[in-house]
DNA sequence: GTAGTGTGTCACCCGCGGCTGAGATATATG
DNA sequence: CATATATCTCAGCCGCGGGTGACACACTAC
């Protein structure tokens, strides 16, 4: 028990437990090297899944799989192009990933 | 193989993979639930270990585990504060704060 | 000195998530 | 139709990282 508890600070032990889900959500997505890793080479246009997958060095179904991770995020679109019907091809969707960096800038922005 | 290759988009198998490590660092720190929660506790100015293990519910010796993660990383500072010694008291450093969320911003804005 | 509180360190356990492999689906060609 | 390529789905395995517990360390009060 302190001497004297007006010189110093008070402790608070009741503290609100920030809500902390959506950006976290959106930090877990990126915190994967092959997500990552989309989302920068999706930066300079749409890819196929084969051409991720080559750049990656992975297989493309480990690919595919966290393609979908990030469609259903919304952060990339999938479509078939007319030309190339057999693959699918991948674009960012700038709109949701501005969305997500904004839950990002509420745990690393100053309040101010 | 094509029958008519010069109609069908290239397929790039060439891509050279990104360099995601800085990035991708940052968004392992903020991809859990305690240390993203110490982050946004942090924002409205300094707090003892204590104090964010009673708001995050979480025992001490583990809140002070993600905070060596968080201070190796540079985006917390320990100091003892005069009055109240026997406390560590941290203290976000908005500067590196910043600098890691331009390392996502690699990953989530458009290039343009 | 001893006792008590606050914090840091580390080995260990265990659950979660990424990777794999097998199979299914879609599209094109012969 | 069969075959080939590209993608998708999912159960299962396994490594990595977070939580725990035990202990050491720092500081205060007595």
Redesign the pocket.
Known sequence: ????SSTLPE?RLDLAPPDIETPLAAA?LL?????AGILAILRDGPH??????AALD????????????L?DAGLVR?S?MAL???????ERDEAACTAALAQLRTLLEPTR
């Open positions: 028990m302190p001497a004297d402790i877990l915190a994967d090297r092959n997500r196929c899944v084969c051409e991720l997958a992975e297989r493309s179904n480990n690919v595919s799989n966290h393609l979908a991770r469609r999938a078939r190339d019907t057999r693959r699918v091809y991948y």
